[in-house]
């Protein structure tokens, strides 16, 4: 809903701005008109597309489905080939969950935009500040489900539930589930750039799109043993879980 | 002064209300106590006080509207309660015994592992624990918004809409309220009360080289708000501090607890295992289960009968019943 409402609002800027220029053709910052830059997520586990309460299988053969899956990505920018930064977004976060397709990455002068900066979780400053001084609605405020701890690991970076065919016979029989809530400082991971080589053109939309394989998450992991992690009390798990977060996003 | 002249003709609606409500003369402390050390966003006023007592009191903060701060946090209890432990703990990390809230201004960091580093940030964890409120700050903020009572209370108080933000300030500002500092010790020291033969042994036995109490209980709360393993436990269930710092020499360390009001406390220990101050004083005369990482000052402590009496008295000397009476932190 709120995605929705500021896009409405970023296009009605937009067309403003066209006109305006169209006006005075000789005025240089005519040139400087912005583009904007969405960016849109695709969620698939595998190859498949991805559905709540939908039979998938791991790396091991097991089935499974999910119930849950948010988790914080981080953008923190852009650099061009020569690693200079062209773009920062330093606290820039989003809570991405399946229902998110579309969100607005801001309005930038044309050029063309080489590696997206991205990590899962949410820096160690930010992931120790206090979330009840965000606004409702806002990625790092409160969210429902919670996506914080309430004490001083801060944040949670992901949180992957559902249910898992652990004994094999070919049902979700009581109690065969999994839960992965990561975080901590200590799982917080950067992804490797992306290269989306993307040009901003004036008073157009730019769209950067996005994969997310929540299969990835469980990379070489078997869903029938290692089922349950709240950080603390996994913390083998869940630092399995946090290396796979590099994998997790991926160019369209 | 000059400056804040200027300012006020620039502005003079904002100045008024900060000038008029916000101060931390709000919070009325003894001549013996240390200042408090407030946040820079979360100054006292009248409306914020009374907006806190107003939510700490409502259950509206359950998810299911039947459980409030103050059940488990009951003013004549010194805002503990009189079970081991609560119906859960917060944070949902194993259960705890209900923590008293006398003093909560001068808490460094909160739980009896330390894991929650202030007061405002501390409030989120109850009302999100599944054991306990079992509700959710988003889903709350969006319940309490509706409230048009609590929409003009916010507004008086903190200039804007029903937030989290305004819920957990509000509700740290009452709890910094809980001040108690007026037991017959403290009369003692201002030469108000005189301590019975019984309280003035019991006193130097526990300030004494023998009990070494006040190494730990230390200070004008008794406290040094440091992390010890009193021996309290052959085993710990719970880990204690190490939960949070993921050490070994963390294990079964709590925060040393205020012994203010600990007659009313009750039962004790982090999880609430102690009954009586009596099971208390015995576990230390035992010099504590020897436990491999207890702590070198709780040693065997010889004690007549008597003296723990005498030092049962001086415990005693430091329940302050205005406190426990206070009209003022009632509903």
Partial sequence: MKIFSTSIIGTFILTIAFFGCKKDEENPTCTQEPGKVDLSFTHLVGTESFAFNTDYTDDFGNKYQFFRADWYLRV???????????????????????????????????????????????????????????????????????????????????????????????????????????????????????????????????????????????????????????????????????????KVLKLH | MLIALFACGENREFLQYEAQDVSANWIKIPDHFPEIDFPEDNLPSKARISLGKQLFYDPILSLDKTVSCASCHIPQYSFSDTLALSSGAHGGIGQRNATALHNVAYVPRFFKDGGIPNLELQIKAPIEDQLEMNYNMHELTIRISRDSAYQRMAREAYGRDMDAFVITRALANFMRTFISGNSRYDLAQEGKYGFTEAEKRGMDLFFGDDAKCSTCHSGFNFTDNSYANNGSHQVYADTGRARITLKHMDHGKFRVPTLRNCEVTGPYMHDGSYRTLNDVLDSYQRGGSGHWNQDPLIEKIVFSNEEKEDLLAFLKTLTDDSFLTNESFRK
């Fill in chain 1, 76 to 246: 923190s920018g852009f650099v061009d080939q020569d690693s200079n930064p062209q773009i920062v977004s330093d606290s820039y976060y989003l809570k991405i969950d399946p229902s998110v397709t579309t969100v607005n990455y801001g309005e930038y002068s044309p050029m063309t935009l080489y590696n997206l900066q991205w990590a899962v979780g949410v820096d160690s400053v930010t992931n120790h500040m206090d979330p009840n001084i965000h606004e409702l609605g806002s990625a790092l405020g409160n969210q429902s489900p919670s996506m914080h701890w309430g004490w001083s690991s801060g944040y949670i970076f992901c949180a992957l539930d559902g249910r898992v065919d652990i004994n094999g016979n070919g049902n979700y029989d009581p109690g065969e589930l999994f839960s992965m809530h990561i975080g901590m400082d200590t799982t917080y991971r950067e992804g490797p750039n992306l290269y989306v080589n993307k040009a901003i053109a004036a008073g157009e939309t730019s769209v950067i799109s996005l994969d997310v394989d929540y299969s990835e998450f469980f990379d070489g992991i078997n869903l029938a043993i290692d089922n349950s992690t709240h950080t603390m009390d996994n913390m083998h798990l869940a630092q399995n879980l946090a290396n796979n977060f590099e």
